[in-house]
């Protein structure tokens, strides 16, 4: 069973910064895509950013590109991500998830395992 332990959640004001991670288990293999996603409070879940690892474009959703950044750690199996500038509308849960094989659109539909979610509230 993949599992993830996921970090960095919090309360910050409008403007402030956070750094989440995740830590996805080896057992999803070598050849995987990961993704961030997040819903906010009545609203579904929506893609925030995603990686292949095996190589090529880091995909963001529009809200998310120039404030937030998505990397690797060398070990290549935890990952984070930096999200600068923040508003109230970051407000909700951000999930860490995986899908084996290398097709990652950035949609909920595409991934197979989930995180537990961390919560993120941004005030104004």
């Known amino acids: 069973q993949v599992q993830f332990v996921e970090s960095g959640g919090g309360s910050v004001q409008a403007g402030g910064s956070l750094r989440l991670s995740c830590e996805v288990s080896?057992?999803?293999?070598?050849?995987?895509?990961l993704g961030w996603f997040r819903q906010a409070p009545g609203k579904g879940r929506e893609g925030v950013a995603d990686?292949?690892?095996?190589?090529?474009?880091?995909l963001y959703g529009d809200f998310a590109k120039g404030r937030f950044t998505l990397s690797q750690h060398t070990d290549k199996y935890t990952y984070f991500l930096q999200m600068n500038n923040l508003t109230p509308e970051d407000t909700g849960i951000y999930y860490c998830?995986?899908?084996?094989?290398?097709?990652?659109?950035?949609?909920?539909?595409?991934?197979?395992?989930w995180g537990q979610g961390t919560q993120v509230t941004v005030s104004p």
């Open positions: 998830a995986a899908v084996r094989g290398g097709y990652c659109p950035l949609s909920p539909d595409t991934f197979d395992f």
């Open positions: 080896r057992d999803i293999g070598r050849s995987y895509c």
């Open positions: 990686i292949y690892t095996g190589g090529g474009e880091i």
